[in-house]
């Protein structure tokens, strides 16, 4: 049978299973669910009369987690049983929109005092891509967000993050200070000697035209690696004063 088609259930079986898992959404939203179901009520939205729990578990099981099937290919979901292009769409247009959901929630916010929508936001973007992506959150005199993008992608070493193309992005949006983040598609958030060293040039880079770095996080499966909670941020900073004072 072809990939986009689902197996058959009788129809009034389909219709209360489907009718059950949206009255316990609607009535206390995705607590209590497994991560099959939430797949699973995605994947109804298109596929009417057919069932897909099966689809849904299929979907888990070749990726591992709900934030992986997010970020998988259109080609690699529809390599499971049941998902078709009407289905991918659904699941990509969810995607986005969290995404977009997630970085308006931090846009004229002070994210230097509240981090915790930021580290949701950028848990959310980047945590769970397959590969290494370096994001620029960029602040005004207030450390309200005038923007997020990603500045860098694939391996980070130091020749392939370009200091200038920093700065020059952070004039361009007219910006005070910079978060940065990366991911760490191993899953373990412990900072690499490249991490540090990428970290300490750019902050040296950006104090030379006036810019801070408040923070760089990475985030990863097992959770975040703040520079600033470790006092890296501090300590480079005084480097830098020590230097050029």
């Not at 206390?28 to 069932?51: Q, S």
């Not at 950028?122 to 290494?132: D, I, W, Y």
């Not at 997020?148 to 391996?155: M, P, R």
């Not at 480079?236 to 020590?242: A, L, M, P, T, Y």
């Amino acid at each position: 049978m072809e990939a986009g088609m689902a197996k058959e259930m009788p129809g009034k079986d389909i219709r209360g299973h489907r009718k059950r898992l949206r009255k316990k959404f609607m009535e206390g939203g995705l607590e209590g669910f497994h991560d099959y179901e939430v797949l699973e009520l995605l994947l109804t939205l298109n596929t009417p009369r057919k069932d897909c729990k099966s689809s849904a578990k299929d979907l888990l099981k070749r990726f591992k987690t709900l934030p992986n099937v997010f970020e998988a290919s259109a080609l690699e979901l529809q390599q499971t049983y049941g998902v078709g292009p009407a289905n991918v769409f659904g699941i990509k247009l969810i995607k986005a929109v969290a995404d977009r959901y997630l970085e308006q929630r931090l846009i004229a916010r002070d994210v230097v005092k509240n981090s915790k929508d930021l580290r949701a936001y950028l848990a959310h973007a980047l945590g769970s891509k397959p590969k290494e992506v370096f994001a620029g959150v960029f602040l005004d005199a207030k450390n309200r967000v005038i923007s997020c993008e990603i500045l860098f992608q694939g391996t980070l070493t130091s020749s392939a993050v370009y200091p200038r193309e920093v700065i020059a992005a952070a004039i361009e949006k007219r910006a005070a200070s910079v978060i940065f983040a990366h991911n760490h598609p191993s899953g373990d958030a412990s900072p690499s000697a490249e991490d540090i060293a990428i970290t300490r040039r750019l902050i040296f880079a950006l104090r030379h035209v006036g810019i801070t770095v408040h923070e760089h996080l990475i985030t990863a499966s097992e959770g975040f690696y703040s520079f600033a909670d470790h006092g890296r941020i501090a300590e480079f900073n005084r480097e830098f004063e020590q230097k050029n004072g």
